[in-house]
C-alpha cells in the first residue's frame, strides 16, 4: 500500500511539474500579472489533480477489498475502507509533508540569508508548523473521503476538495504568514472533529477515554 501511495504521489508531482514547466516556457516572464494568474492556476490544478489521484486510489483499493473477499474463506475481508483510508490519508500527507521539506532544505542552502533585507525570519519555522499542518490535514481528508465516495456523499468529497484549495490557497497570505497558519490549523481541528465521528466516535467515546486517562486505568476492551 506504501509503495502505491508513492507511486501516486510521484505521478501527481511529475504531472503538475510538467504542467507548470510548459506554462512558465509558453508566456512571457516579465508579465508579472501573467505570471502570479500562473501560479495561482499551477497551485489550484495541482489541488485538483492530487485530489483526483485520491479518487483513484480510492478505486483502486476498493478493487483490493473485492479481492480479498473473494479470497477469503469466510467472505469478509481482513481490512477494512476505514483502516485503508487511515494508510492512505498518511501516506499522502507524509509523501506531500517529504516532497515540502525538500523544497525548504533547498532554499536552506542559499545563496543569501532569509530575513536579512527586513523580511520575515519565521521563514524555516512556520514552513515546519506547515508542513506539519498537511501532514494532519491529509490524514484527516483521506478519512473524509473515503467515507463520502462508500456512502456515495459527494457534498463530502467536495467538502475535502474546498478545505485542501482553501489552504493551498491561504499560502498566497504569505509573509503574513498568522494569516496561512491560523485558518489552516482552524481546518485541521473541524477536519479532525469531522473525521472522528465518521469514524464511529462519539461525544461519550471521547468522554470514557479521557476519564480512563485521568484515573490512570487502561480502557477495557468494546468500551
Same mark, same amino acid.
Given at each position: 500500500?506504501?509503495?502505491?501511495?508513492?507511486?501516486?504521489?510521484?505521478?501527481?508531482?511529475?504531472?503538475?511539474?510538467?504542467?507548470?514547466?510548459?506554462?512558465?516556457?509558453?508566456?512571457?516572464?516579465?508579465?508579472?500579472?501573467?505570471?502570479?494568474?500562473?501560479?495561482?492556476?499551477?497551485?489550484?490544478?495541482?489541488?485538483?489533480?492530487?485530489?483526483?489521484?485520491?479518487?483513484?486510489?480510492?478505486?483502486?483499493?476498493?478493487?483490493?477489498?473485492?479481492?480479498?473477499?473473494?479470497?477469503?474463506?469466510?467472505?469478509?475481508?481482513?481490512?477494512?475502507?476505514?483502516?485503508? !483510508?487511515?494508510?492512505?490519508?498518511?501516506?499522502?500527507?507524509?509523501?506531500?509533508? !517529504?516532497?515540502?521539506?525538500?523544497?525548504?532544505?533547498?532554499?536552506?542552502?542559499?545563496?543569501? =540569508?532569509?530575513?536579512?533585507?527586513?523580511?520575515?525570519?519565521?521563514?524555516?519555522? =512556520?514552513?515546519?508548523?506547515? &508542513?506539519?499542518?498537511?501532514?494532519?490535514?491529509? &490524514?484527516?481528508?483521506?478519512?473524509?473521503?473515503?467515507?463520502?465516495?462508500?456512502?456515495?456523499?459527494?457534498?463530502?468529497?467536495?467538502?475535502?476538495?474546498?478545505?485542501?484549495?482553501?489552504?493551498?490557497?491561504?499560502?498566497?497570505?504569505?509573509?503574513?504568514?498568522?494569516?496561512?497558519?491560523?485558518?489552516?490549523?482552524?481546518?485541521?481541528? !473541524?477536519?479532525?472533529?469531522?473525521?472522528?465521528?465518521?469514524?464511529?466516535?462519539?461525544?461519550?467515546?471521547?468522554?470514557?477515554?479521557?476519564?480512563?486517562?485521568?484515573?490512570?486505568?487502561?480502557?477495557?476492551?468494546?468500551?
Amino acid at each position: 500500500m506504501g509503495v502505491m501511495v508513492c507511486w501516486s504521489q510521484c505521478m501527481y508531482m511529475i504531472v503538475s511539474s510538467l504542467i507548470w514547466f510548459i506554462a512558465v516556457k509558453a508566456s512571457d516572464p516579465r508579465d508579472e500579472r501573467l505570471q502570479k494568474g500562473l501560479l495561482i492556476f499551477g497551485v489550484m490544478f495541482s489541488v485538483l489533480l492530487q485530489e483526483a489521484f485520491r479518487f483513484l486510489y480510492y478505486k483502486l483499493l476498493r478493487k483490493a477489498i473485492e479481492g480479498l473477499v473473494a479470497l477469503s474463506e469466510d467472505g469478509c475481508s481482513p481490512i477494512s475502507i476505514q483502516q485503508m !483510508a487511515y494508510v492512505a490519508g498518511v501516506g499522502f500527507g507524509l509523501m506531500s509533508g !517529504a516532497f515540502s521539506m525538500i523544497n525548504l532544505l533547498a532554499d536552506a542552502l542559499g545563496p543569501g =540569508t532569509v530575513g536579512i533585507h527586513g523580511d520575515s525570519q519565521l521563514y524555516f519555522l =512556520t514552513s515546519a508548523f506547515m &508542513t506539519m499542518v498537511l501532514i494532519f490535514l491529509h &490524514t484527516f481528508w483521506g478519512i473524509l473521503f473515503f467515507h463520502g465516495c462508500e456512502h456515495q456523499r459527494w457534498w463530502e468529497i467536495m467538502a475535502v476538495v474546498v478545505m485542501h484549495l482553501a489552504v493551498s490557497g491561504s499560502s498566497f497570505c504569505n509573509p503574513l504568514y498568522v494569516g496561512s497558519l491560523v485558518p489552516s490549523y482552524l481546518l485541521m481541528a !473541524a477536519a479532525a472533529a469531522w473525521a472522528y465521528l465518521v469514524s464511529g466516535g462519539s461525544a461519550q467515546n471521547l468522554r470514557r477515554f479521557l476519564l480512563c486517562l485521568r484515573s490512570g486505568a487502561s480502557p477495557q476492551p468494546g468500551s
